[in-house]
């Protein structure tokens, strides 16, 4: 599976953007780019996911660099809600069916 | 639509004995994978069941195993329990669709202590 890295922490402030980077610069062309993100206390939940394409929903967006070697998830307006850990994960089309979560980002947002 | 739902919540073991975890995934879902949460090693993929069949496997001992049954309902074992066993064991479910695009849905998970 494909090694994605991300920033340790971030910290925002309520009611601003938030962006979240991830490396992926082994990314292979048939690589699916995840976000999920585990809330305090909760299992992992589903954000967003792209191949080549920005892509948006109702929780965020995920802007895909050209040469898909990095995305950046975006919350828009980030509340106290989305305070959470956030994982980057590549999926391969003809993988297995797991996710294989790194570290994480740990983001805090301040009131 | 109910989400995925794990029983027990909570549960408290001595070492060398035996548990079983209890996950229903959401109706419709065919695909049940289990994964084990510490604070040292993050969360890592134990199995995955598609249609009563074993379809992956992570890097656990045979100790780990699991089942799932027809109604796509799944269970998970963990004999001679160790110290180092003690975790948030979580369940996923999804559709089955493609691996790339398909979402994985989690329950809230299972906190084992083993004392």
């Known amino acids: 599976d494909a090694k994605t890295t991300q920033p340790n922490s971030m910290e925002s402030n309520e009611e601003e953007p938030v962006h979240l980077p991830c490396n992926h610069s082994?990314?292979?062309?048939?690589?699916?780019i995840h976000w999920y993100r585990q809330l305090p206390s909760q299992g992992p939940e589903y954000v967003i996911h792209?191949?080549?394409s920005n892509v948006n929903n109702r929780m965020a967006s995920l802007a895909i660099a050209e040469d898909r070697k990095s995305s950046t998830l975006i919350l828009h307006r980030a509340t106290l809600r989305d305070a959470a850990v956030y994982y980057c994960?590549?999926?391969?089309?003809?993988?297995?069916?797991?996710?294989?979560f790194g570290q994480g980002t740990r983001l805090t947002i301040n009131p | 639509k109910a989400g995925v739902t794990q029983t027990p919540r909570y549960l408290i073991k001595t070492r060398g004995q035996q548990v079983t975890l209890s996950c229903s995934p959401i109706?419709?879902?065919?695909?049940v994978s289990w994964y084990q949460q510490t604070p040292g090693q993050g969360l890592q993929f134990l199995f995955e069941y598609f249609s009563e069949t074993q379809r992956n496997k992570g890097n656990f001992p045979g100790r780990f195993s699991g089942r799932q049954f027809s109604n796509s309902r799944s269970e998970m074992n963990v004999s001679t329990l160790e110290l180092g066993d003690s975790a948030l064991y979580l369940c996923?479910?999804?559709?089955?669709?493609?691996?790339?695009?398909?979402?994985?849905?989690f329950g809230p998970g299972t906190r084992l202590t083993v004392l």
């Open positions: 109706s419709g879902h065919r695909s």
């Open positions: 996923a479910s999804s559709v089955t669709g493609h691996k790339g695009t398909d979402t994985q849905y």
């Open positions: 792209g191949l080549t």
């Open positions: 994960i590549l999926r391969d089309v003809s993988g297995a069916q797991k996710l294989v």
């Open positions: 082994t990314i292979s062309g048939t690589d699916y």
